[in-house]
T-cell receptor, first 115, second 112 residues
Framework: EPEVTQTPSHQVTQMGQEVILRCVPI?????FYWYRQILGQKVEFLVS????????KSEIFDDQFSVERPDGSNFTLKIRSTKLEDSAMYFC?????????????FGEGSRLTVL | QKEVEQNSGPLSVPEGAIASLNCTYS??????FFWYRQYSGKSPELIMS????GDKEDGRFTAQLNKASQYVSLLIRDSQPSDSATYLC????????????FGRGTQLTVWP
């Protein structure tokens, strides 16, 4: 069964460092998303991406964050100058269609720990 | 006001019973509704989607939607210990392009 894959599964970094989280969406999907979940809290939307540009972003997704699709398969989230409060599980998701009926399928997540 | 609200639980039911999970949402522009299951430390896994008022059944799962009451529920029949997880309610609104708004989830425990 097709699945979204994410790397790394866990990354530990020092405050102020840059991290890149990688995702390979399901192959025929065109809509890509990043969500995060701080421990014990709800899953929160960060950004959606389609046709090589950001479709929508939340208030969390500020200048510290960026996304990129550097090739035909990978979708990355870059976090510059990490802060302690960036520690969370980051989920990539993909969908084969946009709009109200598009179902999102999530990867296993990348746990980011900022020390 | 929170976009999506769920009872945090924990909800505890015996094996074989019906588990009933509830969710309310604040924005009447919400049009699509999803139930995800999340095991501890794992990612959300899509169980059901529902778009129209009424019931939608898939195996042991039934989703119910009442847009007038801004209420969506998930029933799990013949609950199994393997159903023990946190169940997340998520909605999409017509005003956004595909963004999911999640509730905090209801923790379900099914005991043998």
């Amino acid at each position: 069964e097709p699945e979204v894959t994410q790397t790394p599964s866990h990354q530990v970094t020092q405050m102020g460092q840059e991290v890149i989280l990688r995702c390979v969406p399901i192959s025929n999907h065109l809509y890509f998303y990043w969500y995060r979940q701080i421990l014990g809290q709800k899953v929160e939307f960060l950004v959606s991406f389609y046709n090589n540009e950001i479709s929508e972003k939340s208030e969390i997704f500020d200048d510290q964050f960026s996304v990129e699709r550097p090739d035909g398969s990978n979708f990355t989230l870059k976090i510059r100058s990490t802060k302690l409060e960036d520690s969370a599980m980051y989920f990539c998701a993909s969908s084969d269609r946009a709009g109200l009926t598009g179902e999102l399928f999530f990867g296993e997540g990348s746990r980011l720990t900022v020390l | 006001q929170k976009e999506v609200e769920q009872n945090s639980g924990p909800l505890s039911v015996p094996e074989g019973a019906i588990a009933s999970l509830n969710c309310t949402y604040s924005d009447r522009g919400s049009q699509s509704f999803f139930w995800y299951r999340q095991y501890s430390g794992k990612s959300p896994e899509l169980i059901m989607s529902i778009y129209s008022n009424g019931d939608k059944e898939d195996g042991r799962f039934t989703a119910q939607l009442n847009k007038a009451s801004q209420y969506v529920s998930l029933l799990i029949r013949d609950s199994q210990p393997s159903d023990s997880a946190t169940y997340l309610c998520a909605v999409k609104k017509s005003s956004t392009l595909g963004r999911l708004y999640f509730g905090r989830g209801t923790q379900l425990t099914v005991w043998p």
